[in-house]
């Protein structure tokens, strides 16, 4: 152990647990590749505005748990607390959406940090894949996303998560709702801070975990008997597209969102074995992010599913995802002579992408042997001076425990056809 440990709410990841992490970015990520999403990357800060403006001056992510400092440069930047407001920045700033194309469809996925209290499935540093749709309105896109997300849980094997929906409505009827919500909340007994809350954002209220503040919330007036005839049939239809794909989820007129650019369509995505953090992802639509952050009208949607507590609902269900083992074929040296040879076999096999690995180190048969088990590899070559003096490798499957010699020239050619 060195002097340092990882800083507090971070965790690194680390063989062969990693490889889950990378199995899961790509399970989520490949129907968005497969759906005309196209890859795009953002640096890890932004200008602290851009999230201040996008995700809300009054939300805990911008309070509480934005990373900010200022450069030597004297410029104001934020580690990025989540992706949304950077893709859009990114998008608005090359003029995607003025190539004609629209939506512009976006699939990103990287580390997120936010300075919360540390907790299992809580982190300071965090990692999401997420997706976006850039200036559409169509249910249909909204729909697209939801199914897209199912069919990345199911394709990893996850079954006991389930489907949160609902409508935030727009600047037409919300305002409404929000004045009546407001009305509803004054005539409660709450703390000071909560009454604070319900002056600058009275929806997130409702997400109030205490019981005590619940309880009271019984009889609240629900977003769901405001909606203007325009949300209602919207919502109306992205609720038909999904139940005619055959996905299932509920109908949840208390769901806030953390975040404040959200119109219409919200959604999240909860596992049942994660306890209090059980929200493996989240998204909607955000008709009013572009104008917020100083760009043109562009209606957009998308969705971010969180990876690490994606690993952790695979944990909780007992699903093992069947990783292909990472080395194929392992050689083992037995002599400087058998070095030079099988280590240029090593090189050739990997060349026509064969995984191979050398044990390196000038080991002893014993010790070699230990690390091509540990491996995983399916083929043992071994070879000493006797082998070598008559041209020969020894070719173990390491399954069956069979041995053959094969000719030295022959190895990657018999290794090809074996592996298929
Ligand atoms: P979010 O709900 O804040 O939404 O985060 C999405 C997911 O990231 C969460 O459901 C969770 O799985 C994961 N996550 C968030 N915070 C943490 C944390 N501290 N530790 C571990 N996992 C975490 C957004 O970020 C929006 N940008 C989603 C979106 C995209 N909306 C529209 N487009």
């Not at 608005?92 to 540390?118: D, I, M």
């Not at 000038?362 to 000493?384: C, E, F, P, W």
Request: hydrophobic content about 40%.
């Amino acid at each position: 152990m060195s002097t340092f440990k990882a800083p507090k709410g971070t965790y690194d990841l680390i063989p062969p647990d990693s490889a889950t992490y990378l199995a899961v970015r790509e399970a989520i990520a490949a129907p968005l590749r497969n759906s005309g999403y196209g890859y795009i990357e953002t640096p890890g800060f932004e200008n602290v505005e851009l999230f201040a403006r996008g995700v809300g001056e009054s939300t805990d992510i911008v309070t509480k748990e934005m990373y900010a400092f200022e450069t030597k440069g004297g410029d104001r930047l934020a580690l990025r607390p989540e992706g949304t407001a950077s893709v859009l920045r990114a998008a608005l700033e090359a003029n995607l959406h003025k190539a004609g194309n629209l939506p512009v469809k976006l699939w990103y996925s990287g580390s997120y940090y936010r300075y919360e209290r540390p907790q299992k499935g809580r982190y300071r540093h965090f990692s999401q894949v997420g997706a976006e749709a850039i200036g559409a309105e169509d249910p249909a896109l909204d729909a697209e996303l939801i199914i897209l997300a199912d069919q990345a849980y199911r394709s990893l094997g996850l079954r006991n998560f389930r489907i949160l929906l609902n409508s935030l409505g727009d600047k037409e009827c919300r305002p409404v709702y929000r004045a009546a919500l407001q009305d509803f909340l004054r005539g409660l007994d709450l703390d000071e801070d909560t009454l604070r809350r319900s002056e600058i954002n009275p929806l997130r209220v409702l997400d109030d975990k205490r019981d005590a503040v619940q309880k009271q919330l019984v009889g609240a007036p629900l977003l769901r008997d405001y909606l203007c005839d325009g949300c209602k049939t919207y919502h109306e239809e992205v609720r038909e597209l999904i139940t005619a794909a055959g996905v299932s989820f509920e109908d949840d007129p208390k769901l806030v969102r953390g975040l404040d650019y959200y119109t219409r369509t919200t959604f999240e995505f909860v596992h049942d074995g994660l306890g209090s953090q059980s929200a493996v992802g989240g998204g909607g639509r955000y008709d009013g992010l572009s104008e917020m952050i100083g760009g043109p009208a562009l209606p957009s949607v998308g969705w971010a599913l969180g990876v690490d507590r994606t690993v952790l609902a695979l944990e909780a269900e007992g699903v093992e995802l069947a990783l292909p083992a990472s080395t194929s074929v392992f050689a083992v040296p037995l002599g400087e002579e058998a070095r030079r040879v099988l280590f240029a076999k090593v090189t050739e096999l990997r060349k026509v992408g064969i995984a191979a690995d050398f044990s390196f180190g000038g080991k002893g048969l014993k010790g070699a042997m230990k690390n091509a088990n540990r491996s995983g590899a399916r083929y043992t070559l071994v070879a000493g001076e006797r082998d070598l003096a008559e041209g020969v490798v020894q070719l173990k499957d390491m399954e069956s425990g069979e041995q053959v010699a094969i000719g030295v020239n022959e190895v990657v050619a018999e290794l090809e056809s074996r592996l298929g």
